[in-house]
């Protein structure tokens, strides 16, 4: 079992990588991962539009598992996309945003994050975000 799994990890990372991490207007992402919220922890999923070469929109909703005030949070976000003004390889983007909306508790909730996205392959990458409700996890190029 051990010599599949690595025989599997060096074709992944032997692979051409032909993936865009953002393509600018019109580029869609699902993101689903594992979320650290103050005491708790959850599971965060977003969808990211594209709304130009720097700029994306999107939804998110965190499900919290362990924190007894806070059952969800729903919101809108939006991202600064800098891959192509840091001259990153295309696979791999650095995105700042800040998000708002609704936590369950009856408050509007706002936050900051920092984001990566770093693509394995067309459709199959990587996420991490840091901010007021830091998460990694799986994203999606739809």
Excluded: W
């Excluded at 594209?50 to 969800?72: C, K, P, Q, T």
């Excluded at 998000?99 to 009856?106: P, V």
């Amino acid at each position: 079992m051990k010599n599949l799994f690595f025989t599997l990890i060096i074709f992944i990372f032997t692979l051409p990588i032909f993936a865009q991490s953002f393509e600018g207007q019109g580029d869609m992402k699902f993101d689903v991962g594992y979320e650290l919220y103050g005491e708790g922890t959850g599971i965060k999923t977003t969808f990211d539009y594209g709304l130009g070469e720097l700029f994306s929109v999107g939804l998110g909703a965190s499900f919290y598992l362990s924190n007894a005030v806070n059952d969800y949070y729903v919101y809108g976000r939006t991202s600064l996309h800098f891959g192509e003004i840091l001259d990153l390889p295309c696979q791999l983007d650095i995105y700042p945003g800040i998000e708002i909306g609704y936590l369950s508790s009856n408050d509007i909730g706002f936050g900051g994050y920092l984001g990566l996205r770093y693509f394995f392959s067309e459709k199959i990458g990587f996420f991490a975000e840091i901010g007021n409700n830091g998460a990694v996890g799986i994203s999606i190029n739809l």
